[in-house]
């Protein structure tokens, strides 16, 4: 098959690419390094990287047109400024509807999506959250225009697949907690751990399924989650075991803030009837190849789009 993938230099979207390249696939990968690296991907002759933007509509009915992709893997997003409206409105809002119109122009027939959890905003009417429960994204620029990408394609016409995600985490995860506690323990900081409980699953875990909705697997809307939450502690913990920092040191418990949910566990049932039942790797190991990288390569930016976190920074 001929794969076209946005942000194909990122967490998700490198893993994705790997795993199609392994097994034969030919590969496009968009990717303009507003938080991915370009060395996530080794050269492979299956594989052309384009460093250039999603926004650019000339350019992307050109590389679909040509390319011919059966499928587009449309993880490319942007988030790392919370009060940057405008880059996440181009990459987001235009890019994502780019992507979608040249699929409708030049037939391609599948296309898969990434949605965030914080689409069914900070107060959820119910734990675990159901797929019909109604989408409210009004904490955040990220959400509201992840959310605005998300419509557009579900009034597409396309046969798409959208897997809504609460996090996902493992080596070059570069927002969220996680590059966040690694490197102010790195640099003998203390850290600040909020009350909230989170669902962090594995990227190869979500990778592994990607490829099976790209051939064919699923219609419509999934939560890919584990099911269950554990408080951010628990995150914490493993990133101090993995890093083998003695004595323990202490973080700093904080109430959670306004834009912050105390809960996000996403109902995942019918991702377990349409794609199976999917054996999540657990905490420690996910935290244990995360910080391996993270040793290797740094943590680039420490991203967050929730401002709770910036006191992390
Ligand atoms: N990781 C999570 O916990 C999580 C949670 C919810 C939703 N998601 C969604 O999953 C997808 C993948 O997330 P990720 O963790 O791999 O993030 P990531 O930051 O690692 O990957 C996103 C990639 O998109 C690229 N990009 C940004 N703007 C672009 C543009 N205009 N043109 C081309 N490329 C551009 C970035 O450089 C990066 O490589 C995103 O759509 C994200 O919104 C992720």
């Known amino acids: 098959m001929n794969i076209l993938i946005s942000g194909g230099c990122g967490q998700v979207g490198s893993h994705v ?3 199609l390249l392994e097994r034969g696939d030919k590969v496009l990968a968009i990717d303009n390094l507003a938080t991915g690296r370009r060395e996530h991907l080794a050269e492979h002759p299956n594989l052309t990287v384009v460093i250039d933007t999603i926004a650019d509509k000339g350019l992307i009915d050109k590389l679909v047109s040509e390319f011919k992709p059966d499928v587009i893997v449309h993880t490319a997003a ?4 919370p009060n940057d409206w405008y880059n996440d409105t181009l990459t987001n809002c235009v890019g994502g509807s780019n992507l979608i119109h040249a699929a409708k ?3 391609v027939k599948r296309f898969i999506y990434f949605q965030t959890a914080l689409c069914y905003g900070v107060k959820p009417l119910q734990q675990p959250i159901r797929l019909d429960h109604p989408k409210f994204p009004a ?3 990220y959400a509201i225009t992840k959310t605005a990408n998300e419509d557009f394609l579900e009034i597409s016409g396309l046969d798409f697949v959208t897997f809504r995600l609460a996090n996902v985490v493992g080596p070059r995860n570069v927002s969220g907690p996680l590059p966040i506690f690694f490197q102010r323990l790195k640099d003998g900081k203390k850290c600040f751990v909020t009350n909230a409980r989170r669902d962090f699953v594995y990227v190869m875990d979500l990778a592994h399924n990607v490829v099976k909705a790209c051939d064919g697997v699923g219609s419509g809307a999934y939560h890919f989650s584990s099911g269950t939450d554990v408080p951010i502690k628990e995150l914490y913990d493993a990133v101090v075991e993995a890093m083998g920092i003695s004595p323990y040191p202490e973080a700093e418990m904080k109430l959670i803030g306004e ?3 105390p809960s996000i566990l996403l109902d995942p049932s ?4 349409d794609f ?3 054996e999540f790797t657990p905490l420690k190991e996910t935290v244990k190849a995360a910080i391996n990288y993270y040793k290797l390569h740094g ?3 420490e991203y967050t789009h929730l401002k709770i976190e910036e006191q992390n920074k």
């Not at 942007?78 to 400024?81: G, M, N, P």
């Not at 019918?270 to 009837?273: G, V």
């Open 78 to 81: 942007s988030y790392k400024d």
């Open 276 to 278: 199976g039942k999917i």
């Open 270 to 273: 019918r991702t377990f009837k």
């Open 299 to 301: 943590t680039l930016g």
């Open 259 to 261: 834009d912050d949910a």
């Open 17 to 19: 690419v790997e795993l």
């Open 139 to 141: 904490n955040s620029s």
């Open 105 to 107: 122009t030049f037939g």
